[in-house]
């Protein structure tokens, strides 16, 4: 059998594992939710499901999984016939499919399978006294015999197995249509432009002309009515095109339910606490995409959970509390987007200790914890390397911190925030899209460029005049629906472009995340617009304020904003920040002149190089660049290599032959990364040569700092 027909098989073995593990994971919850343990078709299930990954996992060759699997087998067949406390059983099981799941991830050695099922072997025939954390049965209530008449099996949806790449190969083809969908309409509009100015034309003319104007008039009018009918009807399929991609990549929920009980039990068991989980998600459903991404924000919510809510059993009973505590998981759907919420009934969150420890971290001046509300200061645990534990455990300080939740929910175009911190429990609310194939936002304009702000964050658009904005602790605001202060961000100012003159109007976008808001200050609001959101290319780390770019039916490009970092920056979260921008803004701003074909790289340069206190001029390609340079002057060249007209190697010689810019620093940035582009782009003349497929803003940054 050839190298390719193996993983070929390993493939399909994984797929199949994963899919019984899931099952049996169900099969577990439904042990420890039964009170009277009478179900015998759950026990003969368990059965079935261990002896096919058995099976399975000797034909891919998997020993581990197969040593595993033979040991909960037999371990079930004698708790079914002896009898045994179901805590165990229960916790056995989760054992097992933890370890299955690392097996079939190629993260366990064959001795912890062995070791494992060694394990089982002396509690086969007698009660073990371990209990577990994660809602275990009464101490009394055993796993019965199998009873005759047990169902064998139970109806089943007729499903499928697509391979995750297909699916995502569906998306792009639905992201492709809806953007070119948007061109149609576009060029509908500009077709009824001209029919309407040859109508003109045809009522100015006289005569023969006119009667030939009118009659093509007529043609062109009725091919514009059919053209109109095609992108209605090409519209309702791209939709509905869209739709099914949405419905065939969408996962339930609860699907996620047994590994959140999973590790429940393990943190607790691991920290000698006692916990249960209880989760209503109901039958919502979402991404594929989505459900990954939060597997770990939600892993880590809950061990964080386990470890600073829950206290010791000991403490809650002296506390007249159940020894047990409750995690809960509720979920919601309003529109398209799902809410989460993580809480739990142990200890809270005590506000003052980290507002505490954020001062003696100096992670904050003491002045301006004194302005912060109780939320605001509970929130600071989304810094990054904040912790209020006194030790880093296996459990705490695993390199995921409630920054990088954060940070992971944003990328996913969601947010988390607390509720108000209280001493009866501590609870976090997450909210993210359903979906991703596309993005609704309401599209603005400020003097240079567009941006797109997503509509599940926008509250409402307004006009104000400048007479009535007031100065509210030292922040421009003007009052809100409600008659309370509602502070502004310009948005010029925070995208790091010159301001325009304030009009007698300002035209406001509310936005709020359902704790806090705040007016973004425009010039234009074009309208709402559903498209495709892109994250940002190449390995560029994230830019302040900008979490993608989206294409739009004309084929502009306009930026997506990360709405939750605004939200922070009102919040007062980036307070050091704004005296660095005025501090950047006081200096002498150094002229640069990005070349790049790409819409997409030239934007994204742009605004890496503005937003470091840089004047940026650009250009499209490298003749267009170099006409730019005769007109304008520049401290440094930032230019991609392939380009039409004139690339970059040959804009680099023309530079360097040129009396007046032969010192003027260039920069290369390009993705050919061979030997031989790089000593072409060296021998041209060029200071520096950086390989997108290797970018890192702060590498452009350095190169620039060096250069000018």
Same mark, same amino acid.
Do not use: N
């Given at each position: 059998m050839s190298q390719s027909d193996n993983d070929d098989i390993w493939a399909l073995f994984c797929d199949e594992a994963t899919e019984a593990l899931e099952d049996l994971a169900r099969v577990v919850e439904r042990f420890a939710a039964s009170e009277t343990l009478g179900d015998a078709w759950a026990l003969e299930r368990a059965l079935r499901i261990l002896h096919n990954i058995k099976g399975a996992a000797r034909v891919a060759g998997s020993e581990g999984v197969e040593v595993v699997a033979h040991g909960l087998e037999e371990a079930l067949g004698a708790y079914r016939r002896e009898g045994a406390p179901i805590a165990d059983v229960i916790m056995r099981l989760r054992d097992g499919i933890g370890l299955i799941s690392r097996f079939v991830g190629g993260d366990a050695p064959l001795e912890a399978a062995r070791d494992f099922a060694a394990s089982l072997? &002396?509690?086969? /025939?007698?009660?073990?006294?371990? =209990?577990?954390?994660?809602n275990p049965a009464p101490a009394g209530d055993t796993l019965p015999a199998a009873k005759p008449g047990a169902p064998s099996s139970v109806a089943s949806a007729t499903t499928v197995r697509v391979e995750a790449s297909r699916l995502d190969d569906l998306m792009q083809f639905a992201e492709e249509f809806l953007v070119a969908q948007?061109?149609?309409?576009?060029?509908? !509009? *500009?077709?009824? @432009?001209?029919?309407? *100015?040859? /109508? @003109?034309?045809? %009522?100015?003319?006289?005569?023969?002309?006119?009667?030939?104007?009118?009659e093509v008039t007529r043609r062109l009018d009725a091919l514009v009515e059919a053209n109109r009918q095609d992108v209605q009807r090409s519209g309702h399929l791209v939709r509905d095109w869209s739709a099914a991609v949405k419905r065939a990549r969408m996962l339930p929920l609860a699907g996620a339910v047994p590994q959140w009980r999973r590790t429940v039990a393990e943190t607790a068991h691991a920290l000698g606490r006692e916990a249960r989980l209880v989760a209503d998600v109901g039958d919502i459903e979402v991404d594929r995409q989505i459900l990954d991404g939060l597997r770990d924000p939600m892993l880590h919510l809950l061990r964080n959970a386990v470890d600073h809510g829950i206290e010791p059993p000991e403490v809650r009973e002296r506390q007249g509390r159940p020894r047990m505590g409750t995690i809960r998981v509720r979920a919601r759907a309003p529109g398209m987007m799902v809410e989460l919420e993580v809480s739990d009934d142990g200890r809270g969150m005590d506000a003052t200790e980290i507002g505490r420890r954020a001062v003696e971290r100096g992670i904050l001046s003491p002045e301006r914890l004194a302005r912060m509300n109780a939320v605001e200061t509970a929130e600071i645990v989304f810094f990054?390397?904040?912790s209020t534990a006194a030790s880093v455990s296996h459990v705490s300080g695993r390199g995921m911190g409630l920054?990088?939740?954060? @940070?992971?929910? /944003? *990328?996913?175009?969601?947010?988390?925030?607390?509720?108000? &911190?209280?001493?009866?429990?501590?609870?976090? %609310?997450?909210?993210? &899209?359903? =979906?991703?194939?596309?993005?609704?936002?309401?599209?603005? %304009?400020?003097?240079?460029s567009a941006y797109a702000l997503p509509t599940a964050y926008v509250a409402r658009a307004f006009r104000v005049a400048s007479s009535e904005v007031q100065v509210v602790d030292g922040v421009a605001a003007v009052p809100d629906a409600e008659g309370e202060p509602l502070r502004l961000r310009w948005l010029s100012a925070l995208m790091q472009e010159p301001r325009q003159t304030d009009p007698e109007k300002l035209l406001v976008i509310a936005l709020s995340d359902g704790a806090t808001r705040i007016g973004v200050v425009v010039d234009e609001v074009v309208?709402?617009?559903?498209?495709? !959101?892109? $994250?940002? &290319?190449?390995n560029l780390p994230r830019i302040p304020g900008i979490a993608g770019a989206m294409i739009l039916g004309s084929g502009v490009l306009a930026v997506v904003l990360d709405v939750p970092r605004l939200l922070d920056v009102a919040r007062g979260r980036q307070g050091e920040r704004t005296e660095t921008v005025h501090a950047a803004e006081a200096m002498k701003k150094r002229r640069i002149l990005v070349v790049d074909d790409s819409l997409t790289s030239r934007t994204l340069e742009r605004n890496i190089l503005a937003a470091a206190g840089y004047d940026v001029d650009t250009a499209n390609d490298g003749e267009a660049g170099w006409q730019a340079l005769q007109g304008g002057t520049y401290d440094l060249v930032v230019s991609d290599v392939q380009m039409p007209r004139l690339n970059g190697v040959e804009l680099t010689q023309r530079i360097r032959a040129h009396p007046k810019f032969k010192s003027l620093p260039v920069i290369l940035v390009t993705s050919l990364d061979r030997p031989t582009d790089l000593? @072409? $782009? /060296?021998?041209?003349?060029?200071?520096?040569?950086?390989?997108?497929? %290797?970018?890192?803003?702060?590498?452009?940054?350095?190169?620039?700092a060096r250069l000018i």
């Open positions: 072997e &002396p509690e086969t /025939s007698a009660s073990s006294e371990r =209990t577990t954390s994660a948007g061109r149609r309409h576009v060029r509908h !509009a *500009e077709l009824e @432009q001209c029919l309407l *100015e040859l /109508s @003109q034309i045809e %009522r100015a003319a006289s005569g023969e002309l006119r009667a030939t104007l009118g990054a390397g904040f920054d990088i939740v954060k @940070q992971r929910l /944003s *990328e996913l175009g969601g947010h988390v925030r607390i509720a108000e &911190p209280t001493m009866g429990g501590g609870t976090f %609310r997450m909210e993210v &899209p359903a =979906t991703v194939v596309s993005t609704k936002a309401l599209l603005v %304009r400020t003097a240079r309208g709402e617009v559903e498209s495709v !959101a892109k $994250g940002l &290319p190449w000593a @072409q $782009g /060296s021998a041209a003349g060029a200071d520096e040569y950086i390989v997108k497929g %290797r970018f890192d803003q702060r590498k452009l940054l350095e190169a620039v």
